[in-house]
């Protein structure tokens, strides 16, 4: 997936070519109203994050009990998991930052053995700690204990989950290359004429145009997504757990 749309809009520069058209007795509101949406958007981030990890958790847990034949009503499950909010979200956090961390890390090596390395790893780890907050919701633990029980039950088997989520991966990730398509054929089509000045603003608004529709697109075919990886994670935590009760 090309990330060069998103570190183009990111640049100062683009930012300065913007304003650089617009009216200077208007300048000086728009930076602020800019400043403002992006406090705002930062301070309601974690918030919105936690949000979704409670909702995905919560189709993880229906998906679940639905296998075991025990199944509750959504209200019910809902009640239950709104007290371990920000825990999906403190789990998710320390997550990310280990992959973050590992990525930085692989990223001093050759480009190819990077790409191969970091998504073997990626896997990996995330393999390790796929059912956490299904962990979370089901068995009423913290956020460490649910890191240990979930790398503890993955690691006898972690080949079939590594190779579960490789194919499900395989699977989705065409899903958000299509997304991207309009942002990539506009950024090939017009980075000619945007560079080097990154004034030509009919160019610069083809572009804005072609990623607010990628995005559009992304979260239409994530929210798609998400029953299929929530629907693996309780068939492979109902195994998980079924293979720790038959083995004690």
């Not at 890390?105 to 907050?133: D, H, M, P, Y």
């Not at 054929?185 to 017009?190: K, S």
């Amino acid at each position: 997936m090309s990330v060069a749309p998103y570190v183009f809009l990111a640049s100062p520069s683009v930012f300065a070519a913007l304003f650089s058209h617009l009216p200077s007795e208007i300048l000086g509101s728009v930076l602020i109203a800019a400043v403002v949406i992006l406090m705002i958007g930062l301070g309601l981030s974690p918030f919105t994050s936690a949000k979704g990890l409670l909702r995905q958790t919560l189709i993880s847990q229906v998906a679940y009990q639905t296998l075991r034949g025990q199944p509750e009503t959504i209200l019910a499950n809902l009640r239950h998991l709104r007290s371990r909010f920000w825990q999906f979200w403190l789990a998710e956090v320390y997550i990310n930052g280990v992959l973050t961390a590992i990525g930085h890390l692989t990223s001093r090596l050759g480009e190819w053995l990077v790409l191969g390395l970091s998504i073997a790893i990626n896997i990996w780890f995330t393999a390790q700690w796929f059912l956490v907050n299904l962990v979370i919701a089901i068995e009423d633990c913290n956020v460490r204990q649910a890191l240990r029980i979930s790398r503890e039950r993955s690691k006898p088997h972690m080949l079939t989950i590594c190779c579960t989520l490789f194919g499900t991966g395989v699977l989705t990730v065409p899903l958000y290359l299509l997304a991207f398509s309009p942002a990539i054929a506009v950024w090939l089509a017009e980075k000619q004429d945007l560079f080097p000045t990154l004034l030509n603003a009919e160019s610069l608004l083809h572009l804005i145009l072609a990623l607010g529709l990628s995005i559009i697109l992304t979260v239409l075919f994530h929210t798609l997504a998400i029953p299929l990886w929530q629907s693996i994670k309780a068939l492979l935590y109902c195994y998980l757990r079924s293979s720790k009760l038959t083995s004690t």
